[in-house]
């Protein structure tokens, strides 16, 4: 351990890379055993049947997501971490246009799905009931398409620490209200919860990704013609 200390201390980009790679072990391992627990927990409180549905709605949720988001993290990613220190304010007009793309991208795919609900819910779940809890999914698409820009860039500008703490935060608020809510109201309460933990992370990721273009002095700048080609150059093929 202390040869190890001695070479990150030797080495600061080693480090700072063992300190992001560890932080970001330690946030999926959270995450997937989190998601198992409360997947456990909610399979017990809806039953077979619901549990069943609710899963359905979660797939229909990951598809759209997967839409929604246009690649965008990739591209927040790649130039938080190249331009940061070099050309901070390139960064915040390319950031810009990231998230503004994210919201308008999202919000459009959350139309579409909220459209379309009493079709899937019809013809593809066979459970036209489901209709309204298709359409509660489609906000939800919003906030997760946004928290993961929010991430990405934090990723980026090596605030990977922060990022999985926001992560913890908002699992510890959104957890218990999530099993509540699920044992009060059933599926719709599942669904609500899924909604309460979108929107708290999302949050909670725009506050710490503010206040880390703060402490970098990276400010949002209106984007200009020639940054749009790093959409179609890494965000549309990472699709």
């Known amino acids: 351990m202390i040869s190890l200390a001695r070479f990150q201390s030797s080495n600061p980009l080693v480090g700072r890379l063992f300190r992001g790679a560890a932080w970001g072990v330690i946030g ?3 995450t997937r055993l989190l998601a198992l627990l409360l997947s456990v ?3 017990r409180i809806l039953q077979t049947e619901r549990f069943g549905q609710f899963l359905i709605i979660q797939n229909t949720l990951g598809m759209f997501g997967v839409f929604a988001g246009l690649g965008l993290g990739v591209v927040a990613t790649k130039f938080a971490a190249e331009l ?4 901070p304010e390139r960064l915040g007009r390319i950031l810009s246009l990231v998230r503004s793309t994210a919201v308008i991208g999202s919000i459009i795919v ?3 799905l909220a459209l379309l609900a009493p079709y899937i819910a019809r013809d593809i779940f066979r459970h036209p009931e489901l209709t309204f809890y298709v359409r509660i999914t489609a906000a939800t698409v919003v906030f997760l398409t946004i928290d993961g820009y929010n991430n990405a860039a934090l990723f980026g500008l090596e605030h990977i620490k922060q990022s999985v703490q926001g992560t913890f935060l908002s699992a510890i608020i959104a957890t218990p209200a999530s099993l509540l809510l699920t044992w009060k109201l059933g599926l719709a309460g599942a669904v609500y919860g899924v909604l309460l933990l979108s929107f708290l992370q999302c949050l909670i990721s725009h506050v710490v990704l503010d206040q880390a273009l ?3 002095k990276i400010p ?3 984007h200009q013609r020639m940054d749009w080609s790093v959409l179609h150059q890494y965000a549309l093929p990472s699709l």
């Open 110 to 112: 959350a139309i579409v």
């Open 214 to 216: 703060r402490e970098r």
């Open 28 to 30: 999926a391992i959270f």
């Open 84 to 87: 940061h220190a070099a050309e």
């Open 220 to 222: 949002y700048r209106r």
């Open 41 to 43: 927990a909610m399979a």
